[in-house]
């Protein structure tokens, strides 16, 4: 039953006392009908009175809690019936504090990094030409423009290897955390890209494999503990991909700028025409296009890599970069929007719903041996918003053969 009493006060009932003893009226008939767990009420009440009682497990100190791995502990609700109860067992990934954070952690936290993984190969390799591999943070994209990318501020994080041999693997990692130069988890949003040059267009020429670059971004969590010189360790690594395909129609996009400079030295020089990713260029396409059962070139005469290594390479026309072929050449592989603090909330279990009779008791089974902070959550919805409270135990969880 929803009643609106600001609706009625701008009813016609306009005499004062009329009015006035109406509102006492149905102020007395809200309150009896706030005691009820089945009102559909138009305010929300704090469900103060949900109670949580952990039963028949050892008790060391105020709510904390012994239990064995694999043995069910039970979460008794004696009184009261909230809208929604929701439980974070405290596990890895179902944890209450990180449940309510946003989707960046803050800026100090000690245990998390960002990873870039770059896996190169060369397809061309001559020791006599200067070559230049980088790996290369760009901010300021926007819409990913090639106009914007020209005037976009770049800040190189690593020059990137390549062997000698033609067809050898290298890979680099470049990691941001709280104290990385030149850059860190305060980075904010950013592009990173792949830029390779050679002092001639047909030499020294880079490939990346489909899964060659990868951004992840990742969390170390301690749920260990120490307890009368017994000692856990339990350490959980929570991962956070960013970028895992190069091949994603979504993420990568190549550009070839109109002029270059000379790896090894400062002489800036038209840029080799034609010379790029086999991929689809900024502005235009990041997906292959794919004609009947030719796949069509970018607009460089290209062609677009689908399910093979993405190289810089000569387009389709030769003929149309022939005067080109020895001249210094650039290319950038640019990959969509990353943030080195990105992660994912916590997740609950909803034990009970709003649409549902009440829930007298919960069991949940511990698998490994460590302390979790179990939190149950209970939660009244109105038409004007929710009202929680929130229950929390520490559960010691051990083998039956430990001595505690």
């Known amino acids: 039953m929803k009643i609106n009493i600001n609706n009625l006060a701008s009813s016609n009932f306009h005499h004062p006392r009329i009015f006035l003893g109406f509102r006492i009226c149905i102020l007395a008939i809200a309150a009896f009908t706030f005691g009820s767990c089945e009102d559909d009420r138009a305010l929300v009440v704090v469900p103060d009175n949900f109670k949580v009682e952990v039963a028949d497990h050892l008790k060391l100190i105020s709510d904390t809690f012994v239990v064995n791995v694999n043995e069910k502990i039970t979460f008794n609700f004696p009184d009261g019936c909230p809208d929604e109860?929701?439980?974070?067992?405290g596990e890895s990934g179902k944890e209450y504090?990180?449940?309510q954070r946003g989707l960046y952690i803050a800026a100090d936290g000690t245990s998390f990094e960002s990873k870039i993984t770059v896996n190169t190969t060369v397809n061309s390799f001559d020791a006599t030409v200067a070559k230049d591999y980088a790996l290369v943070a760009v901010s300021g994209l926007g819409k990913d423009t090639v106009e914007e990318f020209d005037?976009?501020?770049?800040?190189e994080l690593m020059k990137l290897r390549a062997g000698s041999i033609v067809g050898t693997s290298l890979t680099d990692n470049f990691v941001i955390n709280t104290s990385s130069s030149p850059l860190n988890l305060t980075a904010g949003d950013l592009n990173i890209a792949l830029v390779a040059k050679s002092a001639d267009a047909t030499k020294n020429l880079l490939s990346i494999p489909a899964a060659g670059v990868v951004v992840t971004n990742?969390?170390?969590r301690n749920y260990g503990y120490v307890k009368n010189s017994f000692t856990v360790v339990n350490l959980k690594t929570m991962t956070y991909p960013q970028i895992s395909n190069i091949l994603s129609s979504a993420t990568w996009a190549q550009h070839?700028?109109?002029?270059?400079t000379v790896p090894g030295t400062t002489t800036e020089v038209n840029n080799a025409v034609g010379y790029a990713w086999n991929l689809g260029e900024i502005g235009v396409s990041y997906a292959p296009a794919v004609t009947g059962t030719a796949v069509a070139p970018n607009k460089n005469g290209v062609t677009l890599a689908v399910n093979y290594p993405v190289s810089v390479t000569v387009p389709l026309d030769v003929t149309k970069v022939v005067a080109a072929a020895s001249a210094p050449s650039e290319s950038w592989l640019i990959s969509r929007v990353v943030n080195p603090a990105a992660v994912i909330p916590d997740a609950a279990t909803i034990i009970k719903r709003v649409d549902q009779s009440s829930v007298k008791y919960y069991q949940h089974i511990y698998k490994e041996r460590g302390v979790?902070?179990?939190t149950l959550v209970g939660v009244n919805v109105g038409t004007n918003g929710t009202a929680k409270v929130?229950?929390?135990f520490v559960i010691l969880v051990k083998n039956s053969t430990d001595n505690l």
């Open 85 to 89: 109860i929701l439980f974070y067992p």
């Open 97 to 99: 504090r990180f449940g």
């Open 151 to 155: 005037k976009a501020t770049k800040t």
């Open 218 to 220: 990742t969390e170390i």
């Open 256 to 260: 070839a700028p109109t002029k270059t």
């Open 372 to 374: 979790y902070k179990a």
């Open 390 to 392: 929130v229950r929390e």
